[in-house]
């Protein structure tokens, strides 16, 4: 059993930054690859990044590419999300999510682990 909390999320302008972080619970943290999805109201849950336990290979979605960047700490137990030139479409709410897989990490039913989400809004 994972549990993950995140955190970090705000109100920032247009072609501000964040840092947001996912904190997991457990000692086995390192065998789970991370991932970072989110939610916009109306809207499917949609991948963004992630990253494999194995040999931190990193994923991205197309909307994000160039723009934000995912990152591990193993020895804090937590992933990381670098937001940058965030732009008023990347308004949403963002979960991360932990599987025990290294496939399967740009799809939602490739994680077994979710956290509650933080709140993202970016203003025009």
């Known amino acids: 059993q994972v549990q993950l909390v995140e955190s970090g999320g705000g109100l920032v302008q247009a072609g501000g930054s964040l840092r947001l972080s996912c904190a997991a619970s457990g000692r086995t943290f390192s065998s789970y690859s991370m991932g970072w999805f989110r939610q916009a109201p109306g809207q499917e849950r949609e991948f963004v990044r992630a990253i494999s336990r194995s040999d931190g290979r990193t994923y991205y979605a197309d909307s994000v590419k160039g723009r934000f960047t995912i990152s591990r700490d193993n020895a804090k137990n937590t992933v990381y999300l670098n937001m940058n030139s965030l732009r008023p479409d990347d308004t949403a709410v963002y979960y991360c999510?932990?599987?025990?897989?290294?496939?399967?990490?740009?799809?939602?039913?490739?994680?077994?682990?979710w956290g509650q989400g933080t709140q993202v809004t970016v203003s025009s």
């Open positions: 999510a932990a599987s025990p897989r290294d496939y399967g990490l740009e799809y939602r039913a490739g994680y077994d682990y």
